[in-house]
């Protein structure tokens, strides 16, 4: 049997007390799940008695098992039958008695914090504001241009803005140095992405020429082999190109899109723009009402949440750095940081997202908001529709974790709906 108990410090201290002849039931039962793992001597595998293998390998050999076994079964009943018991962590174990007349287990475990809600109707919020430009439009008719320039090679000196064809190799001490060469490189001339004083010591250059380039590497560089150091450079300029740009006329517009004119292509830019912009207000509007919420809401958030979030940033630090090619050991030696700086640096982070999930978990539970079978299937349908699966393929296919991702975004959306017919933007 158990006891539970809740501290002031948001922790529940769980007792499981069991006497001496329910500890030696659960020790039999240790015994006959595990015989079968001893071999001893004239028995047949799984044939000796509990007292012959408890003589050959410790009268304790089945404690730990029992320990287990024990506390799984108490501890999943004070799961079920203590409704505010929501355990955040796995709860630490002490032996508190352990003789003759019985044994005694303490769990203390961190239980899920009490939000002290604040208004979460009848606010009124600033709405966010925006609108497309013209500026915007040139943009992404410019971009659209660029997508279709032509690189034409032309006879005559490089010049700032022109794209140089190069072979280089960077010589540091006289050693040519890893990560220092290539062939037929395209660098456009001006554009800052070299070491200070390279480009501007190719502008002038022609087809065929060769020259070295001197150059110093900054004392911030990521390389500890290069920081500061000198550097030669052969260079060897191939062709000279420049970048031509199509006119902004119908012709252009037929193109690069489904319009006949400059003018339908102009106005289909600015329609998908306008689109774009108002689902970033949406998306604006939103944060700024739950931000709101959090704001004026209340809540102690134990340490070990924190810290679990702050996991959680890490693992996708590491696979977004992965994803570049780095490892994560090696962005903290060039950045001169510890793993607890880097968790320092998104620790308050890392509270406002405790913060925010737990009081729009709390609002949901306030509100009995719930996600039926129906409405699960009809999102999963839809999903499925795109992968021309059936909704019985594509739920076959999802696990545990991707069916509550699904019905969490459901939850989520019911919730942002709940909150903007509950308040005003203004």
């Given at each position: 049997?158990?006891?539970a108990k ?7 201290e ?18 006959e ?21 408890e ?7 089945f ?10 079964h ?7 039958n ?27 475990v961190?239980?899920?914090?009490e ?19 013209q ?56 554009s ?92 604006e509007?939103?944060?700024?009402l ?7 809401s ?7 949440m ?43 982070q ?18 009995n ?16 529709e795109?992968?021309?699966k059936?909704?019985e ?9 991707n ?17 903007t017919?509950?308040n005003t933007?203004?």
């Open positions: 049997m158990y006891t809740k501290s002031n410090d948001g922790k529940y769980i007792t499981i007390s069991v006497s001496k002849q329910e500890w030696e039931e659960y020790v039999n039962h240790a015994y799940e595990n015989k079968n793992k001893f071999n001893i001597e004239g028995f047949r595998k799984g044939k000796a008695p509990r007292a012959i293998i003589k050959n390998y410790g009268s304790t050999v404690y730990d098992d029992a320990l287990n076994h024990l506390f799984s108490e501890y999943s009943n004070a799961l079920m203590e409704k505010d018991l929501d355990p955040v962590d796995n709860p630490e174990i002490r032996i508190d008695k352990f003789d003759e007349n019985g044994v005694v287990l303490v769990a203390t961190q239980n899920m914090p939000v002290k809600l604040g208004e979460y109707k009848g606010l009124t919020i600033k709405k966010a504001q925006g609108e497309v430009t500026e915007q439009i040139e943009k992404e008719l410019n971009q659209a241009r660029e997508r279709q320039a032509r690189y034409v090679e032309v006879n005559r000196e490089a010049k700032d803005g022109d794209y140089a064809v190069i072979d280089f190799v960077g010589y540091v001490d006289g050693k040519e140095f890893e990560g220092g060469k290539a062939d037929n490189y395209r660098l456009k001339l001006g800052k992405t070299f070491i200070d004083g390279f480009e501007e010591q190719v502008v002038g250059m022609k087809q065929g020429e060769q020259k070295d380039v001197n150059v110093t590497f900054p004392k911030e560089y990521f390389s500890e082999q290069l920081k500061g150091k000198n550097a030669t450079f052969k260079v060897t300029l191939n062709k000279v190109e420049e970048k031509q740009l199509p006119s902004l006329d119908d012709e252009f517009a037929s193109n690069v899109s489904e319009f006949e004119t400059l003018e339908d292509y102009k106005k289909d830019i600015k329609k998908h723009l306008e689109e774009n912009l108002q689902a970033k207000l949406k998306r509007d939103d944060n700024n739950i931000e709101t919420i959090v704001k004026s209340e809540v102690e958030i134990p340490a070990v924190i810290e679990k979030q702050l996991d959680m940033f890490v693992d996708d630090f590491k696979m977004r750095l992965s994803y570049q090619g780095y490892k994560l050991e090696d962005y903290l030696t060039q950045t001169n940081m510890t793993m607890e700086q880097l968790r320092d640096e998104r620790r308050e890392a509270k406002e997202v405790v913060k925010t999930r737990l009081v729009l978990e709390a609002i949901v539970k306030k509100e908001l719930t996600v039926t079978e129906e409405e699960l299937d009809a999102k999963l349908k839809e999903v499925a795109k992968y021309n059936t909704l393929e594509y739920k076959e296919s999802l696990g545990d974790k069916i509550a991702y699904y019905q969490n975004d459901i939850l989520m959306s019911k919730l942002l709906t709940l909150l017919q509950n933007l203004a």
